[in-house]
């Protein structure tokens, strides 16, 4: 079978205008202060606020990609720190571009795919997450008999023996983690009670390969996006929704410039049954919640309302917004498959976002992104918090 390449391959030299032109100003490390008021939050870049040099925040890694492009300097172990604890997150670009019209994210995430490429990427500490993708087809290695244990006694369509509408792409995490099983579960109720017809690829889905990307690894990625698409194919699927935002921008970034495909972020999805009257949430969930915009969804995919329609259709619930809320959110520690290697950092980083919630007199965390949720239940648990999270499906489940 000829090999289909996903989004086109770009070198990091392409980016040389951007990396050239990067003239330090660190506007990059903040958010949109104009939408904030708390100047204790104003500081944004993960990976900077934490490890302080230069080197932690974007210019100091357009810097680096400059001094590589010129061969100034060799790369060491200080430049795959600094380059593999950014957390994709994109806050820099969005800062950034409008601005400079430059594109500090594009420039990390080619660094990344230049040290696969001349071999000094830390690939030591990704080791674990790179054989489990080897021999189960899961970052986290887990089996495919176990990935489907959620859908136990759902009744679930097989998309790939019966033709449905939409195929469900449930995505790494919320087929490998239990604390994730309700959730996913939710997803499936909802699309049921709004009568959408739906399958899933059950144990045949194999990873969106997100977290190889997201270490710069293209070619095993494609490997996966691949046999997704295959299976796609197969199912005569051409219209995905999923809830796992990693799985969303992938799929919706890469996978479409080798498939005519619609793909749907279920938040999108929910909050359009809504408004055609197919949902009618209507029982109270009295809390006061905060909701987090994942990072992929919100910067990335530009998906902010939406989550926020559906919480604002369910009766009872009084939606507070975070001090750095939609462009400005914080990551929730949980990107750029980061806590593979320093998950003290990743916890560092969701920490501090829940103190973040606990600041504007949230009782709970809703948000879309089954890695934020994990993110933060595990955070909490570890601080004993009161503070509650859940994911938007199943909110919106209690609702109906
Ligand atoms: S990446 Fe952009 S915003 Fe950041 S320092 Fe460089 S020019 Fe300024
Ligand atoms: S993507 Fe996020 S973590 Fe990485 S440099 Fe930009 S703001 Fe910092």
């Known amino acids: 079978m000829q090999r289909r390449i996903t989004a086109p391959r770009e070198a990091l030299a392409e980016l040389r205008e951007d990396f050239s032109l990067c003239g330090k100003c660190k506007l990059c490390q903040g958010v949109m202060a104009q939408q904030c008021d708390d100047p204790r939050f104003w500081r944004n870049c993960p990976s900077g606020s934490r490890f302080r040099y230069e080197a932690y925040y974007a210019p100091g890694k357009m810097e680096i990609a400059r001094c590589l492009d010129l061969v100034e300097i060799e790369p060491d172990e200080m430049m795959q720190h600094s380059v593999y604890t950014c957390m994709l997150c994109g806050s820099c670009d969005d800062r950034c571009y409008p601005v400079k019209q430059l594109h500090p994210l594009w420039v990390i995430q080619l660094l990344r795919e230049q040290a ?8 030591d500490y990704f080791a674990g997450m790179i054989e489990n993708m080897e021999k189960t087809d899961n970052p986290y290695g887990v089996t495919a008999d176990k ?21 469900l792409f449930v995505g790494d995490d919320y087929s490998s983690f239990k604390q994730l099983t309700g959730r996913i579960q939710a997803v499936a109720k909802v699309l049921s009670a709004a009568g ?6 059950g144990k ?10 997201l270490i710069g690894d293209r070619d095993f990625f494609e490997t996966f996006a691949n046999a997704n698409l295959d299976l796609f194919e197969k199912a005569g699927a051409t219209k995905i929704v999923t809830a796992d935002c990693h799985a969303y921008s992938v799929i919706n970034e890469e996978y479409t410039k080798a498939a005519e495909l619609e793909v749907v972020s279920f938040p999108e999805m929910a909050a359009a049954l809504i408004k055609d009257g197919k949902l009618k949430p209507s029982a109270p969930v009295k809390m006061k919640a905060a909701y987090h915009d994942p990072c992929r969804l919100g910067r990335r995919s530009g998906i902010f309302d939406e989550p926020r329609e559906v919480l604002g259709a369910i009766p009872g619930l009084e939606l507070v917004e975070f001090e750095r ?9 949980g990107g750029g498959s980061v806590f593979f290697w320093e998950p003290e950092f990743a916890r560092w980083v969701t920490n501090e976002r829940l103190f973040e919630a606990e600041h504007v007199g949230a009782e709970a965390i809703i948000t879309a992104c089954p890695i934020c949720v994990r993110m933060f239940e595990d955070a909490i648990a570890e601080k004993k918090s009161d503070m509650k999270v859940y994911d938007l499906a199943e909110i919106l489940e209690k609702a109906l």
Do not use: Y
């Not at 696969?116 to 990427?121: G, L, R």
């Not at 959408?196 to 690829?201: A, I, R």
């Open 204 to 213: 045949e889905e194999v990873s969106s390969g997100s977290a190889l990307l």
């Open 147 to 167: 990935r489907v244990a959620w859908a136990k006694g759902m009744d679930i369509k097989d998309a790939l023996k019966e033709k449905v509408e939409w195929l």
């Open 116 to 123: 696969i490429a001349d071999e000094w990427a830390p690939l």
């Open 325 to 333: 809320a939609r462009k400005n959110a914080l990551c929730c520690g």
């Open 196 to 201: 959408v017809d739906f399958g899933t690829l």
